[in-house]
C-alpha cells in the first residue's frame, strides 16, 4: 500500500491539473458577440420613435455590429424626455426598446426661454415636433438665477407656487384645468391666470392663492354666460370678496361678496 501511495498521488493530482486546465480553456474561450440587425422603439408618445433613435445615434445600421444591449440602453436614456428604459434582443437579433417618458405638469416660459416642466420640477427643453404638450403656460416666475436646462427647481417658490394653482384646479375640476391658457407670476408682483374661452384676466395677487383659486372656481360657471362678455376683469386680491371690472359700455359696476 505504501509502495502505491506515490502512484496515487500523482494520479490525482493529474486529474486536478486536468480538470483545471479544461476550467480555464472554457472560461477562456471567446465569447461570440452579439448581432443586432434591427432596433425598435415602444412607448414613444411625444415625439416619433425616429427622433429618439436619431438623439441616440441608433439609425446607422452599419454600426449596429458595434453596439450591445447596455450601449443601447445608456444612450436612449441621455434623451432629456425618457424616465427608464428597458432593451432586450428577440429571437431575430432584433433589439427591442421600450420606454416611459417623464411626466409634464406645464410649459414655462421665462424671457424668450421655453421649458416643459416636470411632476419633479425639472425643467426640460422643449423639442421641435412634440406633440401632445397642450399643458398650460406658466409664466415669468421670479429667481435669483437664470433657468438652466435638465436642472430641478423644487426650492424656486414662485415657481412651486404656479404649479401649486395648476394642480388644484386639476384636481378639483378638470374642464377648468383644461380650459386654463396661462398663469403669469409676474416675477413676484400679483399673479394673473388667463382662460381660453375668455377675454378677461383673473387677478388673484399674493396669498392664499389656492383659497382665492377655489373660490374662482366656484363662481366660475356664472361668468360663463353671454353677459360675462361685459367683464374686463376678475379680481379676488381681498380675502373674501371678488370684483368684478365692467366695460364703459354697461350701466354699473358689480360686487360679489363669496
Not at 493530482?13 to 432596433?39: D, E, R, T, W, Y
Not at 444591449?69 to 428604459?85: C, F, G, S
Not at 401632445?132 to 430641478?152: A, E, G, H, I, Q
Amino acid at each position: 500500500m505504501t509502495k502505491r501511495f506515490p502512484y496515487i498521488l500523482s494520479s490525482i493530482l493529474f486529474i486536478l491539473l486536468f480538470a483545471l486546465v479544461a476550467g480555464l480553456s472554457i472560461f477562456l474561450m471567446p465569447v461570440k458577440k452579439m448581432q443586432i440587425n434591427l432596433i425598435e422603439l415602444k412607448g414613444n408618445i411625444y415625439l416619433p420613435k425616429e427622433d429618439y433613435l436619431r438623439y441616440a445615434h441608433l439609425l446607422n445600421k452599419n454600426e449596429y455590429r458595434y453596439l450591445d444591449l447596455k450601449t443601447i440602453k445608456d444612450r436612449i436614456k441621455k434623451h432629456p424626455y425618457i424616465k427608464n428604459a428597458e432593451v432586450r434582443i428577440d429571437g431575430f437579433n432584433k433589439a427591442l426598446i421600450s420606454i416611459s417618458e417623464k411626466p409634464f405638469d406645464a410649459i414655462l416660459i421665462d424671457d424668450s426661454k421655453q421649458f416643459l416642466v416636470t411632476e419633479q420640477v425639472e425643467l426640460v427643453p422643449l423639442f421641435e415636433g412634440t406633440k401632445y404638450v397642450d399643458f398650460p403656460l406658466v409664466k415669468n416666475p421670479k429667481t435669483s438665477k437664470v433657468f438652466r436646462m435638465m436642472k430641478f427647481y423644487k426650492n424656486n417658490s414662485d415657481l412651486i407656487t404656479g404649479l401649486k394653482i395648476l394642480a388644484a384646479l386639476k384636481l378639483i375640476n378638470p374642464s377648468l384645468y383644461q380650459n386654463l391658457s396661462e398663469i403669469d407670476l409676474r416675477k413676484g408682483k400679483d399673479i394673473l391666470f388667463y382662460l381660453s374661452d375668455s377675454a378677461y384676466p383673473v387677478l388673484i395677487g399674493r396669498g392664499n392663492e389656492i383659497k382665492k383659486t377655489l373660490c374662482f372656481n366656484s363662481l366660475y360657471p356664472y361668468l360663463t354666460n353671454e353677459e360675462s362678455k361685459n367683464i374686463d376683469y376678475v379680481d379676488l386680491r381681498f380675502n373674501n370678496y371678488m370684483y368684478l371690472g365692467i366695460n364703459r359700455d354697461s350701466v354699473k359696476s358689480l360686487e360679489s361678496s363669496i
